[in-house]
T-cell receptor, first 114, second 114 residues
Framework: AQSVTQLGSHVSVSEGALVLLRCNYS??????LFWYVQYPNQGLQLLLK??????LVKGINGFEAEFKKSETSFHLTKPSAHMSDAAEYFC????????????FGQGTILTVHP | KAGVTQTPRYLIKTRGQQVTLSCSPI?????VSWYQQTPGQGLQFLFE???????NKGNFPGRFSGRQFSNSRSEMNVSTLELGDSALYLC?????????????FGQGTRLTVV
């Protein structure tokens, strides 16, 4: 079985500040990890993915995440927040015989203050 | 290249009715998955189809069913609608069957049951 825990349902930062969204996973097989972003009334857009290559993964819009097996974590960061980053972010895990099934965390709403 | 297309975008149904939602994947993608998104339960996996075969199924009652056609388009059906079925239903397509392949999401169908 696989699961994801996102610490903090709401995160608030000032424009230009560091963004850190936390994700911890549980998986009995080598995991594949994804971060998605969702804007209001929209679907999910892939930010980045970890698929057992480099542990530091760079994605779109300046986001990156580091896979830490020892900590079972895959935290998402961005050095400098922009107003357009305000959205809901989801961490997801797949792997093994889950095929197309993604198991999502509960999501973190990011608010960016001017 | 067109993205994942879901129709309709919005739907209002009465308790007890049934509903069919449609999803056209990205051209060439043979994997289609469905998710239910609600404020209380978050994103939950419904089922996945690959080349017209259901490969994985989430923990939903039998009122929820789906199918995939030879052109990879997919439909999901919900019978005997309940108020709790009100949700955003998201469809995702993938280019390959491996679980490390990223999923591309449609904008969703917002179902309201009254």
């Amino acid at each position: 079985a696989q699961s994801v825990t996102q610490l903090g349902s709401h995160v608030s930062v000032s424009e230009g500040a560091l963004v850190l969204l936390r994700c911890n996973y549980s998986s009995s097989v080598p995991p594949y990890l994804f971060w998605y972003v969702q804007y209001p009334n929209q679907g999910l857009q892939l930010l980045l993915k970890y698929t057992s290559a480099a542990t530091l993964v760079k994605g779109i819009n300046g986001f990156e995440a580091e896979f830490k097996k020892s900590e079972t974590s895959f935290h998402l960061t961005k050095p400098s927040a922009h107003m357009s980053d305000a959205a809901e972010y989801f961490c997801a895990v797949s792997g093994g015989t889950s095929y197309g099934k993604l198991t999502f965390g509960q999501g973190t709403i990011l608010t960016v203050h001017p | 290249k067109a993205g994942v297309t879901q129709t309709p975008r919005y739907l209002i149904k009465t308790r007890g009715q049934q509903v069919t939602l449609s999803c056209s994947p990205i051209s060439g993608h043979r994997s289609v998955s469905w998710y239910q998104q609600t404020p209380g339960q978050g994103l939950q996996f419904l089922f996945e189809y690959f080349s017209e075969t259901q490969r994985n199924k989430g923990n939903f009652p039998g009122r929820f069913s789906g199918r995939q056609f030879s052109n990879s388009r997919s439909e999901m059906n919900v019978s005997t609608l309940e108020l709790g079925d009100s949700a955003l239903y998201l469809c995702a397509s993938r280019s390959a069957e491996l679980s490390n392949t990223e999923a591309f999401f449609g904008q969703g169908t917002r179902l309201t049951v009254v």
